[in-house]
């Protein structure tokens, strides 16, 4: 019995809806166009953040904070049409990689001693990188 009134209840519901679409036609075509471009019009606004930092750091984060006083403090200029070697003084330059062997601290007196004597400068009898051998 529940089933019978269910089952008259929706056919006469939806027998009512169909006759209304039937009569609005032109309402129940163009309404979903309508709407799929009002909708799709806010991806007009939306960009593409390049910048991770952006997305996970907090607006006002220290972390922000402290590169923008950075960048303001030393400039670096980053541009596409500069080479790498126009960043660079004239001179020599030399890079050296300094490791321990033994599980030794680095940073200790005697080897920070030991490191500074590697550095060249111009009080230096020898002045040139080649005159070192690693």
Known sequence: MLRQVLHRGLRTSFSRLGHFIASHPVFFASAPVLISILLGASFSRYQIEESVEYLLAPKHSLAKIERNLVNSLFPVNR?????????????RYG???????????????????????????????????DDYLF
């Open 95 to 129: 890079r050296v990689i300094i490791t321990s062997f033994r599980k030794a601290n680095m940073l200790d007196q005697h080897h920070t001693d030991l490191i500074l004597k590697v550095n060249p400068t111009k009080s230096h009898p020898c002045n040139s990188w």
């Open 79 to 91: 541009s596409k049409h500069r080479l790498y070697s126009d960043l660079q003084t004239p001179g």
